[in-house]
């Protein structure tokens, strides 16, 4: 069966550092993959999408790696603020194309 | 910033009874999707909508669900009997039709929180 895993762990990590959140999946053929960003009580909000010929894609304090060899997909927020506390959301198409589905999430907690 | 907009925002219901959730997508958008978002847990896909007809639906949206277009703006989800483990939050998303950067790039609402007694 198809399978997005992000880490269920969340992850506590200080302001002003690097924080490094890792999406796997299995059985599926991705031509592109998405991040999104989730707050408590709110929608998803779409981040960054990387298609399967981009190595590396880049948004301001934002950079998301895709390599379709390893099924993986990791996702980098630079000189990390409290602000950027929420859960964040990783998105692969279905093979029909129609359907968008998610990963569980990480939970990021950025403390001053 | 154009938005997609929910009602209502919470609804608490009794058990088997019918529920209708409203979403206005944005208006240039196309393509239309309910998700829903057990308390804790991923959120999952229900069901997309395109050219007045389901596109793809998943294992969850059995014959208790059902989704319409009334009119050019309104796209409903509606649950005929609910059951407790329909408590949860529904979220309507919608994307532009196809092409470019923004394929398949949802926007999502803030969601209806269901709760059923």
């Known amino acids: 069966s198809q399978k997005i895993e992000q880490n269920s762990e969340a992850l506590n990590i200080q302001e002003g550092k690097t924080a490094t959140l890792t999406c796997n999946y299995t059985?599926?053929?991705?031509?592109?993959l998405q991040w999104y960003r989730q707050d408590p009580g709110r929608g998803p909000v779409f981040l960054l999408l990387?298609?399967?010929?981009?190595k590396e894609k880049r948004k301001e304090r934002l950079k998301v790696t895709f390599d379709t060899t390893l099924k993986q997909s990791l996702f980098h927020i630079t000189a990390s603020q409290p602000a950027d506390s929420a859960t964040y959301l990783c998105?692969?198409?279905?093979?029909?194309?129609?359907?968008?589905?998610f990963g569980k999430g990480t939970s990021l907690l950025v403390t001053p | 910033e154009p938005e997609v907009t929910q009602t209502p925002s919470h609804q608490v219901t009794q058990m088997g009874q019918e529920v209708i959730l409203r979403c206005v997508p944005i208006?240039?958008?196309?393509?239309f999707y309910w998700y829903r978002q057990i308390l804790g847990q991923k959120v999952e896909f229900l069901v997309s909508?395109?050219?007045?007809?389901?596109?793809?639906k998943s294992e969850i949206f059995d014959d208790q669900f059902s989704v319409e277009r009334p009119d050019g703006s309104n796209f409903t989800l509606k649950i005929r009997s609910t059951k407790l483990e329909d408590s949860a939050m529904y979220f309507c998303?919608?994307?532009?039709?196809?092409?470019?950067?923004?394929?398949?790039?949802?926007?999502f609402g803030a969601g209806s929180r269901l709760t059923v007694l």
């Open positions: 998303a919608s994307r532009v039709l196809t092409g470019g950067s923004g394929a398949n790039v949802l926007t």
């Open positions: 059985n599926y053929s991705p031509a592109y």
């Open positions: 990387i298609r399967e010929n981009e």
């Open positions: 998105a692969l198409n279905s093979n029909s194309g129609y359907a968008l589905n």
């Open positions: 208006s240039n958008h196309l393509y």
């Open positions: 909508f395109y050219n007045n007809e389901i596109s793809e």
